[in-house]
C-alpha cells in the first residue's frame, strides 16, 4: 500500500500528514493559513494523492514555520509512501496554463533534493500571504521528499494566479511520476539499483 502517516512536532509547529499515493484527490486540509490550505487542496486534487493535514504553527509570529514544515512533512510522507520506488514512471513535467500565468515544472523523484525556482511573484503578499513562503513550501517539499524540481515562470501578471499555477503544475507533474509504469513492472526506474 503507497500510503504514509507522518507527525512532526517541534517548538514551532505540530503537525500531522496522511497521504495516498493511489487515492482520488480527496483533501482536508486544515493548517490555519487560509490561502496555504487552498494551495495544498490544489496539491491533492491535481495529483490524485488523497491528502490530509493538520498543523498548528505560531501563527501569531508568521506563517512561514507552519509553511515550511507541511513541505517538510509532506516531503517525508511521500517518500515513505514511495517506498524503493519500484514500477514508478519517476519523472514527471506539466505546463499548465491559468489565465495570465503558465507555469512550467519537471521534476524527478531521483533522491537527489534539487530545487530551481525560477518563479518570481509581482507582489510581497496575496492577502496576508506571504508570496516568498511558496518557494519556502517547494523548497522543504523537494529536499525532505528527495525531488530534483524546477518549477518556471513562462507567463505571469498576478501573483495569486502564479502560484495557484505553480501548484497546480506541480501536482500533475508529481502525478505523472509516482504512477506505475505497466511496462516497468517489479523494476527500478534507474541503472543504478537502487534510487
Known amino acids: 500500500m503507497?500510503?504514509?502517516?507522518?507527525?512532526?512536532?517541534?517548538?514551532?509547529?505540530d503537525i500531522s500528514v496522511e497521504i495516498n499515493l493511489d487515492g482520488q484527490g480527496t483533501y482536508d486540509n486544515q493548517?490555519?493559513?487560509?490561502?496555504?490550505?487552498?494551495?495544498?487542496?490544489?496539491?491533492?486534487?491535481?495529483?490524485?494523492?488523497?491528502?490530509?493535514?493538520?498543523a498548528k504553527g505560531d501563527l501569531h509570529i508568521d506563517d512561514h514555520h507552519t509553511v515550511e514544515d507541511v513541505g517538510i512533512a509532506l516531503g517525508q510522507a511521500l517518500t515513505q509512501a514511495l517506498g524503493d520506488k519500484r514500477g514508478i514512471r519517476r519523472y514527471g513535467h506539466f505546463a499548465l496554463a491559468m489565465d495570465d500565468a503558465q507555469i512550467s515544472t519537471a521534476l524527478d523523484l531521483s533522491a537527489r533534493p534539487f530545487l530551481v525556482w525560477n518563479c518570481d511573484m509581482p507582489t510581497a503578499k496575496?492577502?496576508?500571504?506571504?508570496?516568498?513562503?511558496?518557494?519556502?513550501?517547494?523548497?522543504?517539499?523537494?529536499?525532505?521528499g528527495g525531488i530534483t524540481l524546477h518549477v518556471d515562470r513562462v507567463h505571469g501578471l498576478n501573483s495569486h494566479h502564479i502560484a495557484e499555477a505553480a501548484f497546480k503544475s506541480v501536482a500533475r507533474a508529481l502525478r505523472m511520476a509516482v504512477e506505475a509504469d505497466p511496462r516497468m513492472a517489479d523494476s527500478l526506474p534507474s541503472t543504478k539499483g537502487a534510487l
Not at 503507497?2 to 509547529?13: F, L, V
Open 126 to 144: 496575496i492577502g496576508t500571504f506571504d508570496t516568498e513562503l511558496v518557494r519556502e513550501f517547494f523548497q522543504a517539499l523537494s529536499t525532505h
Open 2 to 13: 503507497r500510503k504514509a502517516k507522518i507527525s512532526r512536532t517541534t517548538a514551532e509547529t
Open 31 to 54: 493548517t490555519g493559513v487560509g490561502f496555504f490550505d487552498h494551495m495544498l487542496d490544489q496539491l491533492s486534487r491535481h495529483s490524485l494523492i488523497d491528502m490530509t493535514i493538520r
